[in-house]
């Protein structure tokens, strides 16, 4: 089992940048697929990126692509999502998501983060 703890959301302008950071509790998150989704209000959660358990495969949705950047370190047991180029469009709560099996549907993932605002004003 793993706990994750979601950090980094906040306000920013269109254009910006944020970083969110997902910490893993336990001692194999190397063992994990960890993705990021989001939630904006009135719409169902989506997709945004993932992450094999090695770190060398990334997988990116269509809305981010060329924008943001997954990335994990398994000695911190930390996942990061680094978010370019924002648009308000981007604003949703953001959740971290840990499976050991690799998804890209929400219900793919057995253990979640309580998420993160992030706000992009225009």
């Known amino acids: 089992q793993v706990q994750l703890v979601e950090s980094g959301g906040g306000l920013v302008q269109a254009g910006g940048s944020l970083r969110l950071s997902c910490a893993a509790s336990?001692?194999?998150?190397?063992?994990?697929?960890m993705a990021w989704f989001r939630q904006a209000p009135g719409k169902e959660r989506e997709f945004v990126a993932v992450?094999?358990?090695?770190?060398?495969?990334?997988y990116y949705s269509d809305s981010v692509k060329g924008r943001f950047t997954i990335s994990r370190d398994n000695a911190k047991n930390t996942a990061s999502l680094q978010m370019n180029s924002l648009k308000p469009e981007d604003t949703a709560v953001y959740y971290c998501?840990?499976?050991?099996?690799?998804?890209?549907?929400?219900?793919?993932?057995?253990?979640w983060g309580q998420g993160t605002q992030v706000t992009v004003s225009s």
């Open positions: 336990g001692r194999t998150f190397n063992s994990y697929v």
């Open positions: 992450i094999v358990r090695s770190g060398q495969s990334r």
């Open positions: 998501a840990a499976d050991s099996t690799y998804g890209i549907s929400a219900r793919d993932y057995d253990y």
